[in-house]
């Protein structure tokens, strides 16, 4: 089986470190985007690349989003 995220086998996980585990989770996608954005660059893809930065945006708006409620609780 093929995935980039780490599975939470836990019984137990409190609504706060679901959220951290959502952050990092998109940070990571964040990177993965990045990484694959160079790809279309060298590639001269501009059209994939596009819809990478779209979803570049939305994973760094979320994390943006997560971070902020975890620093307030």
Avoid: Y
Avoid at 14 to 41: I, W, Y
Avoid at 48 to 71: G, H, K, M, P, V
């Amino acid at each position: 089986r093929h995935q980039r995220l780490a599975d939470n086998n836990e019984d137990v996980v409190t609504p706060k470190d679901m959220l951290g585990e959502l952050c990092a989770d998109n940070q990571h996608l964040t990177r993965s985007f990045r990484s694959t954005h160079e790809v279309c660059d060298r590639h001269h893809d501009v059209a994939t690349a596009s819809l990478i930065e779209n979803w570049i945006d939305e994973t760094e708006r979320r994390t943006w989003f997560l971070a902020e409620i975890l620093q307030d609780s």
